[in-house]
């Protein structure tokens, strides 16, 4: 009962209670060293602290310590090489310092090390900082974190709470904070360009264009509602309606590009697919360099979809591998083609493999009946495959043959000897990072993309009121769409109620970040 009335007492703004002076207190098992002997609520610490590296043996490890005592944590346990250790040093901010960090209270050295201190709000959070770079040793760093916690000012940070503190102080907005996590969790290029994009803000920028266009709309239309018809311009309904148009079409562009920047994020969706027996899985274990999947000469091996992520071109690549496309009685067989079926429409990019000997009689190319709903001329790419097989006069004319497939992309190889595969792997790469737009990020595109279904909930809702306001004639009613509007961007961003989102978003994140 005390300690839930303590946890409610900020010492800034109340006199003490008299219950929870001094020994009172330690008579609930609190103790702690500090000037203090109050232990002050995890609400009341406000300077948090957190490893900000991976734990484990390394040349460094950084300890990040953020909030408004960090000056009186650095004088307590940072002593600057070289420097008269007066009791109140104030180091020049973002300066290097080499230093000995030593215990709060028995002024033990517990590592030789760096210091950096970050002036509010020229800093990560936009609060104080201040860095420890000390040697990444389990013990070590066990004893710094172990010194800190013993300062009553500071705790522990949660996880993301420091790029949390960025968002309050309004450095970072959500997409920002998006970009952020994504780039610690990108592991191919094109994750990597994304994450970078969103985290320099060009979706933010976006946005906020967007919202001002919606705002400065609404402000014709409240000019309507405040003064009568006869006192504002004619026309000004019209061009709000016009200018509402130019906001939709932007909306309608960016929500067209084929999912281009969540592609980006979270990986191309190619299915491999063909009649049986011509090579799809031999083709998924040569891209997963190992025996992923069962290879025979049986055809209808393959019943389930196999999957597997990948990188291919720098791109997020989830590879299927499915079942042979034919007409089967079977039971078994019968379910694996339908879930193929089904991999194969819902696939960003589909890969038709098929056997040479089976579709080339030297002269034209006969595609296998069962394939041709499952071949569209944007999506598939061919890989005619056993080239092995046939004689070499006989793969150039398949070569003359192949352009008349009209396909986006068209190649001969052997899976068995491995002729043209490397030649393949490269251009295929090559196509997909063509199809999205990986080359133009790369060369530092400024096109702002969005990258998570949330934002592409919130601008389809955007685009919905919009178009509600162009359909409205009653003024009143217009503006309220149009504030729907310019909320449904807000939370995007999270400039507007999204509580219910912020834990999602940053429960993600690790400690120390
Ligand atoms: N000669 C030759 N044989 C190949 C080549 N690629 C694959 N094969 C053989 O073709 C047979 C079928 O290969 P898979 O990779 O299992 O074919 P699949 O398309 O997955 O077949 P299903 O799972 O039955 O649909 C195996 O015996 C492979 O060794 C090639 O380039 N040349
Ligand atoms: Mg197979």
Not at 40 to 60: C, E, H, N
Not at 137 to 143: F, S, Y
Not at 386 to 403: A, F, G, R, Y
Not at 441 to 457: K, N
Request: aromatic letters at 6%; a negative charge; hydrophobic letters at 40%.
């Amino acid at each position: 009962m005390r300690l839930r009335c303590f946890e409610k007492f900020e010492i800034e703004d109340c006199a003490l209670p008299r219950d929870l002076t001094g020994d009172n207190f330690k008579t609930l098992g609190h103790e702690r060293s500090g000037t203090s002997p109050l232990v002050p609520s995890d609400a009341q610490r406000k300077t948090i602290y957190a490893l900000s590296t991976p734990p484990g043996k390394a040349g460094v490890a950084v300890i990040r310590i953020s909030g408004p005592d960090v000056l009186d944590v650095w004088n307590r346990m940072v002593k600057v090489t070289h420097a008269k250790q007066s009791r109140n040093f104030n180091p020049n901010p973002w300066r290097m310092y080499r230093c000995n960090v030593l215990h709060p209270d028995n002024k033990q050295v517990l590592d030789d090390g760096l210091a950096v201190y970050f002036k509010a709000p020229r800093s990560f959070t936009s609060e104080d900082v201040m860095e420890l770079h000390i040697h990444s040793g389990q013990a070590v760093i066990a004893a710094v974190l172990n010194a800190l916690s013993l300062l009553s000012q500071c705790r522990l940070a949660e996880p993301g709470e420091f790029t949390r503190r960025a968002f309050a102080a309004g450095s970072l907005d959500l997409t920002q904070v998006e970009g952020l996590k994504d780039l610690i969790n990108s592991e191919t290029e094109s994750q990597r360009v994304v994450a970078l994009s969103a985290m320099s803000g060009n979706l933010r920028n976006w946005l906020e264009q967007l919202r001002k266009d919606i705002i400065s709309c609404l402000s014709l239309v409240e000019a309507l509602i405040d003064f009568s018809e006869e006192d504002v311009e004619e026309g000004v309904h019209d061009e709000a309606r016009t200018r509402a148009r130019r906001i939709v079409a932007s909306i309608e562009t960016q929500l067209s590009n084929f999912h281009r920047g969540e592609i980006l994020r979270s990986g191309v969706k190619l299915a491999i697919f063909g009649p049986p027996n011509a090579g799809k899985s031999s083709l998924f274990n040569v891209l997963a360099q190992r025996e992923a999947a069962i290879v025979t000469s049986i055809p209808g091996t393959t019943r389930d979809v196999l999957e597997l992520s990948l990188d291919i071109g720098g791109l997020p690549v989830i590879v299927a591998d499915t079942a042979g496309l034919r007409h089967t009685e079977d039971v078994v067989e019968k379910i694996g083609i339908e879930r193929a079926t089904e991999k194969i429409t819902n696939a960003d990019v589909a890969l038709c493999i098929l056997p040479i000997p089976d579709v080339y009689d030297g002269r034209d190319i006969s595609m296998p009946p069962e394939l041709s709903s499952m071949i569209s001329r944007n999506d598939t790419y061919f890989l005619f495959n056993k080239s092995d097989l046939l004689q070499s006069s006989s793969i150039e004319n398949l070569e003359i043959s192949v352009p008349s497939l009209n396909a986006s992309g068209v190649w001969i190889v052997s899976l068995t000897t491995g002729a043209g595969i490397s030649k393949f792997l490269k251009e295929f790469g090559h196509a997909l990072q063509q199809r999205y737009g990986l080359l133009k990020e790369q060369q530092g595109g400024s096109e702002p993309l969005i990258t998570h279904a949330r934002h592409r909930v919130h601008l389809e809702n955007a685009r919905r009121f919009l178009e509600a306001f162009i359909d409205e004639d009653d003024v009143v009613l217009a503006a309220e769409e149009l504030r729907y509007a310019a909320q449904d961007i807000g939370k995007i961003t999270g400039r507007i109620d999204v509580e219910d989102v912020l834990d999602v978003i940053f429960r993600d994140f690790c400690i120390g970040k």
